[in-house]
């Protein structure tokens, strides 16, 4: 069975530019979150998407935004890139339908902001 | 706010031996705690974890222990292999929190021969 696969697995860009990064879950997993690594802070919650309904929001500006589709592949962007925004963006899937459901994680996008 | 807290950044072991990896909580709401592993250019996978019912949980090496009065819970790795050599992230999550994992910042852990 695939795992979780991000895309794309580098990425270069420069302040005030805006980016997407693409997660495609397990097979079956319906619930897709997203986290940002930087470091010395670890893993810090963005967002988790559930058929295609953000259920879950951490603490980060509007400029992180996200969604699903009917596939449960997942998006996210973030718009007027800041320095402050290089890191490793993580997403996870689940099944999802309770609490604590295990969460498979992909490999990871390294955004690098200039 | 860290509401996880993961006070070492790092930890050397001989092999053979016992790691112990910390991990300090403040949010009484937390009732399901996790460690995940991460080596350099994968995901974070899971290890071990426990409900806040439960005061231990084993699987192999690895031995979870929870001290809720304390709000800590520790990682036993017996015997460390140097495979065991990566970071260690603890995390909480809530009821009604569904997947949002709250993580600690990390124990980097090298296992030497």
């Known amino acids: 069975k695939a795992g979780v696969t991000q895309t794309p697995r580098y990425l270069i860009k420069t302040r005030g530019q805006q980016v997407t990064l693409s997660c495609s879950p397990i097979?079956?997993?319906?619930?897709v979150s997203w986290y940002q690594q930087t470091p010395g802070q670890g893993l810090q919650f963005l967002f988790e998407?559930?058929?295609?309904?953000?259920?879950n929001k951490g603490n980060f500006p509007g400029r992180f935004s996200g969604r699903q589709f009917s596939n449960s592949r997942s998006e996210m962007n973030v718009s007027t890139l800041e320095l402050g925004d290089s890191a490793l963006y993580l997403c996870?899937?689940?099944?999802?339908?309770?609490?604590?459901?295990?969460?498979?994680f992909g490999p990871g996008t390294r955004l690098t902001v200039l | 706010d860290q509401q996880v807290k993961q006070n070492s950044p790092s930890l050397s072991v001989q092999e053979g031996r016992i790691s112990i990896l910390n991990c300090d909580y403040t949010?009484?709401?937390?009732?399901?705690f996790l460690w995940y592993k991460k080596y350099p250019a994968e995901g974070p996978t899971f290890l071990i974890s426990i409900s806040s019912i439960k005061d231990k949980n084993e699987d192999g090496r690895f031995t979870v222990f929870l001290n809720k009065s304390a709000k800590h819970l520790s990682l036993h790795i017996v015997p460390s292999q140097p495979g065991d050599s990566a970071v260690y992230f603890c995390a909480a999550s809530f009821e009604g929190g569904y997947n949002k994992l709250i993580f600690g910042a990390g124990t980097r852990l090298a296992v030497h021969p």
């Open positions: 998407y559930f058929s295609e309904t953000q259920r």
């Open positions: 996870a899937s689940s099944w999802g339908l309770a609490d604590n459901n295990e969460q498979f």
């Open positions: 949010n009484s709401m937390f009732d399901y």
């Open positions: 097979s079956g997993h319906r619930s």
